[in-house]
């Protein structure tokens, strides 16, 4: 059974917003970090968000800051990811990832080490 299911990805316009949502479990957001990470075709997969379990805390990438927002809804156990102001390079699957362990305090270092048990993702396109 899945970890996570990400879904919202779909087609928009430059400058338009998303909201991404990855389905998981209560024991998951208790326990661990979560982060959205991306993979556009032909490139290596890379860190897009991250929210802690303890303090929520959020970490962003440098491209990220000011337009992305990540939170937690434990009523529906779910990491949202609000994205605004879109740009053609933000295509990309975008799937979830835990921390590797429940020990393991990413201090929003995207590296692999840190993480595991990505999602299967959910695909945005920004396309005029």
């Known amino acids: 059974q899945p970890q996570f299911v990400e879904s919202g990805g779909d087609t928009v316009q430059p400058g338009g917003s998303l909201r991404l949502s990855c389905k998981t479990s209560?024991?998951?957001?208790?326990?661990?970090?979560v982060a959205w990470f991306r993979q556009a075709p032909g490139k290596e997969r890379e860190g897009v968000a991250c929210?802690?379990?303890?303090?929520?805390?959020?970490y962003y990438a440098d491209y990220a800051k000011g337009r992305f927002t990540i939170s937690r809804d434990y009523a529906a156990n779910t990491v949202i990811l609000q994205m605004d102001s879109l740009k053609p390079e933000d295509s990309a699957v975008y799937s979830c990832?835990?921390?590797?362990?429940?020990?393991?305090?990413?201090?929003?270092?995207?590296?692999?080490?840190?993480?595991?048990?990505w999602g299967q993702g959910t695909r945005v396109t920004v396309s005029s």
């Open positions: 990832a835990r921390t590797a362990t429940r020990a393991t305090k990413s201090t929003g270092n995207f590296d692999d080490i840190f993480w595991g048990a």
């Open positions: 209560r024991f998951i957001l208790d326990n661990y970090e």
């Open positions: 929210i802690t379990n303890t303090d929520e805390s959020t």
